[in-house]
Structure formats: structure tokens, C-alpha cells
């Protein structure tokens, strides 16, 4: 079966950064789609091309999604964080096929849920 986990979460402070790494197992990545939460929102997003990204408007500029297939793992970079980026962060995965250019970023679209990070943003 697909799994997903999570890794990278720690706490920093104000206007520090950490890098968050979702590593998928059980099958390709290049099927997927991948979607960064906080929480229950959805604040970065890859396609399974790779080709197309999507982002919250409150992380934009900030943070940046990325996937490496051959290691099969999707990054968060995350920079300039803020308090209120303080969460769990979770990655979800959507079946699209290869070469799909969708974004999903509604819960209700994913089918696979990683157990999640903490990110904590404390001065």
C-alpha cells in the first residue's frame, strides 16, 4: 500500500527556515499528486509532472514544493517563518496518472494521509 512520512519538523525561530521531506513508499511518485497541510489547509501543492505548483496565498514567496522522483520523496522548504505557521504539518497524495498538471489542494480530494510534523515557530 502507498504510505507516506513525514520528517524535517522542529522549532525555530521567527524568520528561520527548515526543509520538510515526504517520503513515499509502495508505489511511484510520478502517479501522484502531492499536497503540503497545515493542519487542514492546503498550502502547497505539486502535480504529478512535476510541471505545475500551487500556493496558498499566505506561504507564497515564502515557501516552495518540490519533487525529487528518483529518491520518491516531495520537499517543503519553508522560509521566513512566522508563529502562525506553527501546526502539524501533514503531505497527502492523490492519484492523477503521469504527466497530470493538478494541483489539489481540498482535503476531500486525497486518498493517502502521512501521520504528520510539528512545526513550531516560538521566539
Known amino acids: 500500500q502507498l504510505q507516506l512520512v513525514e520528517s524535517g519538523g522542529d522549532l525555530v525561530q521567527p524568520g528561520g527556515s527548515l526543509r520538510l521531506s515526504c517520503a513515499v513508499s509502495g508505489a511511484s511518485l510520478k502517479y501522484y499528486a502531492i499536497t503540503w497541510f497545515r493542519e487542514r489547509v492546503g498550502v502547497a501543492s505539486i502535480s504529478s509532472s512535476g510541471d505545475t505548483t500551487r500556493y496558498a496565498d499566505d506561504v507564497k514567496g515564502r515557501f516552495t514544493i518540490s519533487r525529487g522522483n528518483a529518491e520518491n520523496t516531495v520537499y517543503l522548504e519553508m522560509n521566513n517563518l512566522k ?40 521566539a
Open 83 to 122: 508563529p502562525e505557521d506553527t501546526a502539524n504539518y501533514y503531505c497527502a497524495a492523490a492519484w492523477s496518472g503521469s504527466g497530470s498538471q493538478w494541483t489539489p489542494i481540498l482535503a476531500t480530494e486525497f486518498y493517502q494521509w502521512g501521520q504528520g510534523t510539528q512545526v513550531n515557530v516560538s
